[in-house]
């Protein structure tokens, strides 16, 4: 079946990948690859990540073809930006307008998909320590500091708001960390609400370029996300679907399990 998307819309893609093998499974999904793709699988070191990245590329290969259904998703072929954003390399028309981006941690994966606009997501598993100490070193000295004035307890949480805020960033400019993350900050009020702000050095990008959301899927993640605004300043529709495997990825919509943090303005 294929799914329609519209330049209002983002939809925000969720798979768990279960730590057990399916041999069956797994092996459809590898048959999706190119050599290229496999040699890589192979060199991780730990079962679990080849596993991740086995069904990270299965994902977005057959999303990318329930909405583009005239490539098979073993046809995809992508390419990377100088920053090593990857992108799709060919396809008909339909394809170029498509736009996406993957993150995963732990046992979720993450995979947006918008319409001729640039976008960026994050997912950190929060379930672990917060390492609080690179904030000083990576964080503008603003957010820095509110950060530090937060209650002890709430630092954790705000420290992965602002990570994976900054990563959705990043990524959304498809410029990855050649992009110093101590050169723009996010303001968090009290409402869930954010605003980015840059330094002299970035003079290159504008606040009003981008807006952002922060999402909680679940008790042991955060995700973040950073989408192009449309130049008719329509509002933008998320839309959280799940994926139950790469090869059968339902358009089911979450409900109840994907929490609306905060919404972009």
């Given at each position: 079946m294929q799914l329609h998307i519209d330049a209002h819309q983002v939809h925000l893609w969720h798979l768990y990948v279960a730590e057990h093998d399916d041999?069956?499974?797994?092996?459809?999904?590898m048959a999706l690859l190119t050599p290229e793709e496999?040699?890589?699988h192979g060199r991780f070191h730990f079962a679990r990540d080849r596993r991740r990245y086995l069904m990270t590329r299965g994902l977005i290969r057959s999303l990318l073809s329930r909405y583009v259904p005239q490539v098979a998703p073993a046809d995809w072929r992508f390419e990377t930006n100088e920053y090593g954003r990857p992108r799709i390399a060919e396809g008909p028309a339909q394809a170029w307008r498509i736009r996406f981006n993957i993150s995963h941690s732990a046992s979720l994966v993450v995979a947006a998909v918008?319409?001729?606009r640039e976008v960026g997501v994050d997912v950190e598993h929060t379930a672990r320590n917060a390492p609080l100490e690179i904030a000083e070193h990576f964080f503008s000295g603003k957010e820095a500091r509110a950060l530090q004035q937060l209650p002890a307890g709430s630092q954790p949480a705000g420290f992965w708001d602002l990570w994976t805020l900054k990563e959705s960033y990043i990524k959304a400019r498809g410029m990855g960390l050649s992009i110093p993350l101590d050169r723009f900050s996010f303001d968090l009020d009290q409402h869930g609400g954010q605003t980015i702000g840059f330094e002299h050095s970035l003079e290159d990008d504008?606040?009003?370029r981008w807006q952002f959301w922060r999402l909680q899927p679940d008790d042991a993640h955060a995700v973040a996300l950073c989408l192009e605004r449309a130049h008719d300043g329509c509002k933008v529709q998320i839309l959280c679907l799940k994926a139950t495997t790469p090869l059968l990825a339902s358009v089911e919509e979450f409900q109840g399990t994907v929490m609306r943090r905060s919404a972009g303005d």
């Open positions: 041999p069956a499974g797994d092996q459809a999904v496999r040699e890589k918008a319409v001729e504008s606040a009003s």
